[in-house]
């Protein structure tokens, strides 16, 4: 199998690792980028509802707290 050329996956893509490669430190960097990914994509959602006006109820509710 070549290397790919591109380090990066798709999403949804399932990476098989050979057990041989099964070290601490290369799971370790596993979770680490998955976890960095995953606070990226989660700050940018929320980033992008703080955009989004409020409701005329929830504005009420809002201004009457």
Do not use: F
């Amino acid at each position: 199998m070549a290397p790919a050329a591109d380090e990066d996956w798709s999403v949804g893509q399932i990476v098989v690792v050979p057990h041989a490669w099964r070290d601490d430190s290369l799971w370790k960097d596993i979770q680490s980028e998955t976890h960095d990914r995953v606070r990226a994509n989660l700050q940018a959602i929320y980033a992008g509802l703080l955009q989004q006006p409020l409701s005329s109820p929830l504005m009420n509710l809002a201004c009457a707290i």
